[in-house]
């Protein structure tokens, strides 16, 4: 058993390898079973469905985690790496992929395994009191736009997973 690898997974066997010198970054290969079993990973994190491509993405315990089948067929679980990147003005059902400045604004960019209604529908129960007005540009309410200095969201669905571009 590896003490790293979340509930669930901890069930079947693992190799162990790093992925990256220095960085303390590990991969786990799946060594038995050969081919998970998705129910089990659906009774544990039922919010974190497969998609058709084999890939699987869960924030488990405020950490991300991938799944995926490898060009080998084999399985491997990693965390995702990501630079702490504090500040986020917003904090919900989704992980901070980048944050940058353009033309004297914050960016910052979010991605979910959501649906993009679940998302929506989180932020609007946290968020109610500071949304100004939704708008429309390619679906409905995918535009907010925010009171108090807070700017404005867009919310895009890209295939399986939900991402949004906050402007501030």
């Not at 010198?21 to 998970?36: D, I, R």
């Not at 659906?42 to 974190?48: A, I, Q």
Request: aromatic share 16%; net charge negative; with cysteine.
């Amino acid at each position: 058993m590896i003490a790293d690898i979340p509930t669930g997974f901890d069930q079947w066997q693992w190799t162990q390898m790093p992925v990256a010198n220095n960085t303390g970054a590990k991969a786990y290969f799946l060594q038995n079973p050969k081919t998970p079993d998705w129910e089990l990973l659906k009774d544990f994190y039922p919010y974190c469905d497969r998609n058709k491509f084999d890939f699987w993405l869960c924030q488990i315990e405020n950490k991300n985690w991938t799944f995926f089948k490898g060009t080998d067929d084999t399985w491997v679980l990693s965390k995702i790496i990501t630079t702490d990147i504090e500040g986020a003005k917003l904090v919900g059902p989704f992980f901070v992929l980048s944050q940058t400045e353009q033309n004297g604004k914050e960016v910052w960019v979010y991605v979910s395994h959501y649906s993009l209604g679940d998302v929506q529908k989180i932020l609007k129960l946290k968020y109610s009191q500071k949304i100004r007005s939704f708008r429309s540009i390619e679906m409905p309410n995918d535009l907010w736009e925010f009171k108090d200095g807070l700017g404005r969201l867009v919310f895009s669905q890209q295939g399986e997973y939900v991402v949004m571009v906050h402007v501030i």
